[in-house]
């Protein structure tokens, strides 16, 4: 698990959105045409839509000849003239929110057939485009030969959009069913965000923070006691990453009563939390990155991470530094940006290598002395989130990428 692990790199730029695909009747024609696409053209022309997009002016002008969509006014001069209503304002603005809203680089979301979970996907291009070809699904008749499902996808208005991962709809936290139970067919996601990628990325950073998430799996009542020792263990972890990175020996029980004091003292630089103890659940933590080297930060917070949620055994981080072998962290795409620069390593990192030395000594004393950290993950079922994401990163837009992995010395 630990090599080949992937630390999604977030940029403020990137905005997430839910596109409704008629509850998810055409989700499986947004993946085999690899788009996402909307009515509201149709709606506005009633009729024979352009081959280029029209401009904003002319769709004002089309829905203002619809009575569904305008209704006669007052104006201040005494006399009657037709304006939108709310429903052609909500036409007019659902068009514009996807034609100039949703750029290359954004994540969709869209909500599968059948209600058989949540489909996501990155736009690949920010200029959308008319297609007046319909999307059908290949299918195999009875008889063995090919041929179409009945529904075909007839929306014109269009954007190119690469889909990955599919995931369970029990999977997302409340909040997230909440936002995604709308009317609109474009809603913005950003406020969640964080939660997001929770669900397709064990860990991800801003520059600014690590983000990890545990899933609680178990379907039986959560156990409190349990329950509070993970949040006594996640609150270690920032503490556990310090020592890691002094490449020292930590007592976890004199970290506990540290960081007890700094709670006390009002200091900032600590984990938070945020929770859904449900059963199955989720837990949510941020661990502030302030000083030191931001990789080998990162790379001790992760480690720190995994070793205090039972997550990672001592052996597996042995072997990033058996045989001469030395751990890499190393951006997946270099995009040459002052971003991305940030997350550079050298090819051959010795503070990586002491890190995980240092990680590997403190796992061996966890497995002999404290066994409360198996029993947590236990009694919850603890896990991280595995969801092959390959498809999100392999193209020039696509989500960047921190991989843990190792290389030889002496290569």
Sequence with gaps: MLQNLKIALLTQEQNVWFIRAEKGKYAKHFRAGGVIAIEHLERAYGGIIPNEL??????????????????????????????????GFNVLNQIRRF????????LIVTRNEKDDGYSFGICSETTPYIDQAPIRIPTIKKDGTPGFERSSLSYKLRKHVVWGPSISRS?????VRKATSGQQTVTSL??????????????????E?????????????VNALAVGKLFQNVALIK?????????????LSQLARLI????????SDIVTCQAEFMSPGDMWCRIPLIGDSLTNQIFACVLAC????????????????????????????????????????????QKLKSIAKAAGSQAEVIESQDHSITEVKKSLNLSITKVDTEKLEGFEFGINVLEIGKSHENR
């Design 260 to 267: 007890e004091s700094a709670i006390l003292l009002g200091k």
């Design 306 to 349: 995994l070793l205090l949620t039972g997550q990672v055994k001592a052996e597996e981080i042995a072997s990033l530094t058996n045989n001469e072998a030395i751990p890499t962290l190393t951006v997946k795409k270099d995009t040459g940006d002052i971003f991305n620069d940030r997350y550079k390593t050298p090819v051959v990192s």
């Design 239 to 251: 503490s556990l990453s310090e020592t890691l990175l002094g490449e020292e020996f930590s007592d």
């Design 99 to 106: 034609a100039n809203d949703i750029k290359c680089g954004d």
């Design 190 to 207: 950003n406020n969640h965000k964080e939660k997001i990628f929770h669900l397709i990325y064990p860990f991800f950073t801003d520059g």
């Design 209 to 221: 923070s690590l983000f990890f998430s545990n899933k609680i799996k178990t379907s039986h009542r």
């Design 54 to 87: 029209p401009t904003e002016e002319f769709i004002r002008a089309q829905l203002l000849t619809n009575e569904k969509y305008s209704e006669f006014r007052d104006n201040t001069n005494g006399k009657e003239s037709r304006k939108l209503n709310r429903s």
């Design 171 to 175: 999977e997302l936290p409340g909040a």
